[in-house]
T-cell receptor, first 110, second 115 residues
Framework: GQSLEQPSEVTAVEGAIVQINCTYQ??????LSWYQQHDGGAPTFLSY????GLEETGRFSSFLSRSDSYGYLLLQELQMKDSASYFC???????????FGKGTTLSVSS | EAQVTQNPRYLITVTGKKLTVTCSQN?????MSWYRQDPGLGLRQIYY???????DKGDVPEGYKVSRKEKRNFPLILESPSPNQTSLYFC??????????????FGPGTRLLVL
């Protein structure tokens, strides 16, 4: 089956850079997704990596190493509004459903 | 506006009283799914549907039913709710599944308390 590991909490200050790691075990791999969820809100899509390397979208970047079964989300120039939970996710073996990690709560302080 | 809607947003019920949480999307998406979210456990998939009349179990299907009679609607049914089904429920939709490549759009969530 699929399993994902990510840290439960990360803290940082405004303007800093933070990296949220995700390691996964899968029987069949398609790609690694990242979602953001503010407290009490709906998860929203951030990124998807199918190939090795770094993809940048504004202040957020996502990295994947398929050989290491590892990826990370990099958040730069942190803002208070980035305080949220971040989930990595992979598809099941059939590619028909997403399996989410337990989430990393990021707290940004001033 | 493209969106996924869920109703009700909040619900308090008692053990054994059947309930239905509705989910509707206006994006003509083929794929829809239900998740529950519990503290420390993240999002766990309950059921998903690849298209009309095509549904399948996710990781935690026990105690739930779904149906997909129309493309836009995917209701979640709790025939006999129990306190361990107290949770935050999210409906989501996407164009397809394709190994997670398709962005999933989530509804606002339904907070359910079963007494």
């Amino acid at each position: 089956g699929q399993s994902l590991e990510q840290p439960s909490e990360v803290t940082a200050v405004e303007g800093a850079i933070v990296q949220i790691n995700c390691t996964y075990q899968t029987s069949g791999f398609y790609g690694l997704s990242w979602y953001q969820q503010h407290d009490g809100g709906a998860p929203t899509f951030l990124s998807y990596n199918a190939l090795d390397g770094l993809e940048e979208t504004g202040r957020f970047s996502s990295f994947l190493s398929r050989s290491d079964s590892y990826g990370y989300l990099l958040l730069q120039e942190l803002q208070m509004k980035d305080s949220a939970s971040y989930f990595c996710a992979v598809a099941n073996q059939a590619g028909t459903a997403l399996i989410f990690g337990k989430g990393t709560t990021l707290s940004v302080s001033s | 506006e493209a969106q996924v809607t869920q109703n009700p947003r909040y619900l308090i019920t008692v053990t054994g009283k059947k309930l239905t949480v509705t989910c509707s999307q206006n994006m003509n998406h083929e794929y829809m799914s239900w998740y529950r979210q519990d503290p420390g456990l993240g999002l766990r998939q309950i059921y998903y549907s690849m298209n009309v009349e095509v549904t399948d179990k996710g990781d935690v299907p026990e105690g739930y039913k779904v149906s997909r009679k129309e493309k836009r609607n995917f209701p979640l049914i709790l025939e006999s709710p129990s306190p361990n089904q107290t949770s935050l429920y999210f409906c989501a939709s996407s164009l397809g599944s394709r190994g997670g490549e398709e962005t999933q759009y989530f509804g606002p969530g339904t907070r359910l308390l079963v007494l």
